[in-house]
């Protein structure tokens, strides 16, 4: 999207980072990219982070907040999400770095696990 706000192209993806990386590397250098802070949002954000692109990630629970449309489908959530970015209205989440990440899959691991067994007993 333009900083007019116009949208210059909409793709939709495969699940690759080799596939993110060539169609981010089309918005030039340092591109700026917002993410929905949804399950598995880890590897996309480590992919935008070896091209150098700016990533923001959207708070789930701000961006609803701006949601008052009917329609719901991804060309307009992504519309939405740029527009945000672009008025510097997003409601950032934190990106946390892989290390803490991982310390946090470990715990979430750990949890299902003890409610796996409270389950059994």
Do not use: C, F
């Amino acid at each position: 999207m333009t900083p007019e706000g116009v949208p210059l192209s909409t793709v939709r993806i495969a699940n690759d980072p080799e596939t993110l990386a060539a169609e981010v590397a089309k918005a030039g250098a340092h591109a700026e990219v917002v993410l929905e802070a949804t399950y598995g949002w880890y590897w996309a954000v480590d992919a935008l982070g070896d091209l150098d692109a700016r990533v923001h990630l959207a708070h789930p629970l701000g961006v609803k907040a701006y949601s008052y449309r009917r329609v719901k489908n991804d060309i307009r959530d992504a519309t939405d999400l740029a527009d945000l970015l672009r008025m510097g209205r997003l409601p950032e989440a934190w990106i946390a770095p892989p290390a803490l990440r991982e310390l946090r899959e470990m715990v979430r691991h750990r949890a299902g696990l003890v409610a796996v067994r409270s389950g059994l007993k």
